[in-house]
């Protein structure tokens, strides 16, 4: 049996993968390719819970710690996952192992280790077959651009301008399994089979067993981008409504919905990072040169001779205001208030009165030259 893990990165179409492979189940199966279920009243997109066996509790993301009280039902989540998978590869006998989890994408101890290889399999020896190791990665400047704006749909504090470690990622899994197993590839449609990811993962790892595309159901959502402006309006909400409170609540996700709509309604906009903010992360370290050298990665748009050169460039310390993140047209944000203020959305009077106070202080700023 070949296990592919598929670790992520975040933000590099892990929802359409996984909402794919979720609604493709027996296609799947028919071709010899397990992609199991979780334990019933767990999500069943993913195998997120795998990671409740790799870090502390405290280390988990947020959304773990609304799903599990405490470490001790973290634990007991992994290990039903655990019996689960067991007994399903009993009785399934499948060619093929798929677990997809972006959590997964973290550095593992000899603990994690340890665990990982009790769930699937040591390929060393007789208990595990083959490992595939299946990531694909940003450069730092996009994926921490997609991160904020992830960030600003439950939170109004940015996090301080730093990229995602990949290397040690990698090579802890390299460490366990080989460095031979690990396929990563930068999240670039331009490389990726039919500019699509799940084309791509298909190609790259389930050909053998016949998988195309095509025959795979579509996911029923996936995460769109909120432009910069409807950003903002999010994060002021959140600042004024939900303070201190990192976590999503109805009345954020219906604000989400709302704006989104308008953002379409507008015309789509894709966010940027001001100016000299993307240089500063993606030229902040060496690393992509170690990740093209180890692992045959290779950012394009990258300059390499400058990473060889030494030329760095220190992130700004500290977290920033998203105004200092994100290029903002003010016009637009405007435009976007107002078509909130004419919707059903903003039918409750705390939030007309809230919007009505934040076109104020922005027109305020606005005489002001701020």
């Not at 933000?11 to 071709?31: C, D, N």
């Amino acid at each position: 049996m070949r296990t592919i893990l598929h670790i992520g990165m975040s933000k590099t179409g892990t929802t359409a993968l996984q909402e794919t492979f979720a609604r493709s189940r027996k296609v799947l199966a028919g071709r010899g390719v397990l992609y199991p279920r979780n334990p019933p009243g767990g999500p069943q997109r993913n195998h997120q819970v795998i990671a409740c066996g790799l870090a502390p509790f405290e280390r988990l993301p947020r959304e773990f710690h609304s799903r599990y009280r405490d470490a001790e039902a973290a634990r007991a989540a992994f290990g039903d996952f655990a019996g689960m998978l067991g007994a399903r590869l009993d009785e399934a006998r499948p060619e093929v192992l798929l677990l997809s989890g972006e959590s997964m994408f973290r550095v593992l101890n000899a603990t994690a280790a340890r665990r990982l290889v009790g769930l699937i399999g040591d390929p060393k020896d007789d208990s595990g077959g083959e490992v595939r190791v299946a990531a694909y990665v940003r450069r730092p400047s996009e994926h921490f651009l997609s991160h904020i704006q992830q960030a600003m749909r439950y939170s109004h504090r940015p996090r301080p301008a730093r990229g995602r470690e990949i290397l040690p990622v990698l090579d802890s899994y390299a460490r366990l399994f080989g460095a031979g197993a690990i396929d990563a590839r930068p999240f670039e449609r331009e490389i990726m089979a039919d500019g699509d990811v799940v084309s791509d993962f298909c190609a790259r790892h389930l050909a053998d067993r016949g998988v195309t595309r095509a025959e795979l159901a579509a996911p029923a959502f996936v995460n769109e981008s909120l432009s910069a402006e409807a950003s903002d309006i999010s994060r002021r909400y959140r600042a004024a409504f939900h303070p201190g409170k990192d976590r999503f609540s109805p009345d954020s996700k219906a604000l989400l919905a709302e704006l989104a709509d308008i953002d379409i309604r507008l015309g789509p906009k894709r966010p940027r990072l001001r100016l000299g903010l993307g240089e500063a992360l993606d030229y902040a370290t060496t690393e992509p040169l170690a990740l093209r050298d180890r692992y045959g990665i290779e950012f394009a748009g990258l300059d390499y001779g400058r990473l060889e050169r030494g030329e760095l460039v220190r992130p700004p310390a500290g977290r920033l205001d998203l105004d200092a993140i994100l290029v903002i047209d003010r016009e637009r944000r405007c435009a976007v208030f107002d078509a909130l203020r004419g919707s059903t959305w903003a039918d409750m009077a705390e939030r007309r009165i809230w919007i009505e106070r934040e076109l104020g202080s922005l027109a305020s700023l606005e005489a002001a030259g701020a």
